[in-house]
């Protein structure tokens, strides 16, 4: 084995592996070019939950606590429209849904369910007020980043309210 | 989708079954009281140095070397502390036993006198009925055998609380964390978040009061004590300390330390102007722990009527003394809490 070969097994040793948890949170938007002591604050926060198929994950108008990473597998977004059921969305690996909840208790606006057997990790407000309190510097990285998704989302739905007025 | 009486029958059953389960559990606690102790001891101490954990934590330690290095410092400050205030309190000690029996023997006069009088002016009661009990129990207190033994079941109690306490609170402040997201892992996912949001509710409801009394009773009770040391009270350190425990205790907790401090003055010197100082100053201390120091530390307040504060701490001494008053109503607040989160999150949204 080589001298660079032990030195890393012993740096991968001490500041431990990057899990299966970490390669999922880089890929997310609001995690982006966070660094590794970063991202391993936010695994210490972050819920693996498995859902089978048909299984709701959360109510349309429930109060809103967090948002959902899918790990593996497919869920479905459905939201009650002149009393029936329609279906708004379907999310695969790697897609995220639910992180406005992160900010405030505003009801679903859908139902969100598991189609098959999905992997999901969830995070939570609680937990992530508790991470920015005790880590004020990650918490205005991740802030900014949330603002940053929150802005792009509302200009783009000001485009396109704008395109419909003509 | 409409459920049918089955579902309706199983939905009722599990939630009777929850209640069985509940209640177990209480009994269970209820009957190994005693050996709760050092745990809760523990529990209050965790959840009076997580934030400091936290905060040494976000200024980028890990949380193990936080963890021993508030360990460290305790010992130093818990250290100083006892080298600054041991002589006193070893010589108030010293003459609180040399002066035991003179106390006692005023005590007895005392109550004799009262006993006379009352058994004189109600006919009913036979000579005897209530002086007879009385003076037994003095006179076991003045020849001190019968706290013999129990002196050594509180020693043997220290010793177990000094090896236990320090253990659980280190893995708690380092691991405590985690212990919560295993511990929540085992609930099911049509309960999960309300659950969480619960568990954070009640962490929040339980260290937030315990940290304002804790920092509001040490206030109080330093407070007096400089307060009675300068006005040159005899006793300063253990009524100044009596006053600040017993502060812990809302409502009832500053009337009884109050009682206990000014009937002690009066049966060691009897003179009107030690208990006007003692008057005095437990009057400043409160006035400035009112108007200063619990608006500070005790903001975030818990919303329950006075009536209710005073019977939730009432059976939480009856259950578990001075710590059962201490966590009486954060634990009635819990309950109020998870009842109004649950109702909130599973049968309001019909996902119970």
């Known amino acids: ?166 | 989708m409409e459920k049918t009486d089955f579902q309706k029958a199983w939905k009722t059953f599990e939630i009777i079954a929850l209640g069985f389960v509940l209640l177990s559990i209480l009994v269970i606690l209820y009957s190994v009281r005693e050996l709760l102790t050092p745990f809760i001891i523990a529990f209050v101490i965790v959840f009076f140095l997580n934030p400091i954990v936290n905060y040494m934590e976000g200024g980028g330690i890990s949380r193990t070397l936080a963890v021993v290095i508030l360990f460290v410092l305790s010992i130093f400050v818990l250290f100083i502390l006892w080298k600054l205030t041991w002589p006193m309190l070893q010589s108030e000690i010293n003459d609180l036993k040399e002066n035991a029996p003179l106390y006692l023997n005023r005590i007895q006069t005392g109550l004799d006198r009262a006993v006379d009088l009352l058994e004189k002016n109600i006919g009913l009661l036979p000579k005897g009925t209530l002086g007879k009990p009385l003076h037994e129990k003095i006179n076991s207190l003045m020849s001190g055998t019968s706290d013999v033994n129990s002196l050594i079941k509180i020693v043997k109690e220290l010793a177990t609380s000094f090896i236990i306490i320090p253990f659980v609170v280190f893995f708690l402040l380092k691991d405590g964390r985690k212990v919560k997201k295993a511990l929540i892992a085992y609930v099911p996912n049509k309960y999960f978040e309300t659950f969480l949001v619960l568990f954070y509710k009640i962490d929040e409801q339980i260290s937030n009061y315990i940290r304002g009394q804790l920092i509001d009773a040490f206030s109080v009770g330093l407070l007096a004590i400089i307060g009675l040391y300068l006005f040159e009270v005899n006793y300063s350190f253990l009524l100044g300390a009596i006053l600040g425990i017993f502060n812990i205790i809302p409502f009832i907790g500053p009337l009884t330390g109050f009682a206990i401090g000014s009937s002690f003055i009066l049966i060691d010197t009897g003179s009107t102007v030690d208990l006007l100082k003692f008057v005095g100053v437990y009057a400043c201390v409160r006035i400035l722990d009112d108007i200063i120091i619990a608006p500070l530390v005790l903001s975030r307040s818990v919303h329950v009527h006075t009536l209710m504060v005073i019977i939730v701490i009432t059976l939480g001494g009856f259950f578990h003394g001075i710590l059962g008053m201490l966590l009486a109503v954060p634990l009635f607040c819990s309950i109020k809490v998870t009842f109004q989160t649950l109702y909130k999150g599973l049968i309001e949204y019909g996902n119970w």
């Open chain 1, 1 to 166: 084995m080589s001298e660079k070969g032990l030195f890393h097994l012993l740096v991968q040793k001490i500041r431990g592996g990057e899990g299966d948890i970490i390669p999922v949170l880089r890929t997310i938007p609001i995690f982006e070019g966070l660094g590794f002591n970063d991202l391993k604050k936010i695994e210490l926060i972050v819920h693996k939950r498995n859902f089978m198929p048909e299984e709701i994950i959360f109510y349309e108008r429930q109060p809103g606590t967090g948002m959902y990473i899918i790990k593996k597998g497919v869920i479905k977004l459905t939201k009650t429209i002149n009393e029936e059921r329609v279906k708004i969305g379907e999310l695969r690996d790697g897609e995220f849904f639910g992180e406005m909840s992160l900010l405030d208790e505003y009801p679903r606006s859908a139902e969100a369910t598991a189609v098959e057997k999905t992997e999901a990790l969830g995070i939570f407000r609680p937990d992530l007020f508790g991470l920015i309190e005790s880590n004020p510097k990650l918490g205005y990285k991740i802030l900014l980043r949330l603002s940053k998704r929150l802005a792009s989302r509302l200009r783009e739905t000001t485009e396109r309210k704008l395109r419909e007025m003509g």
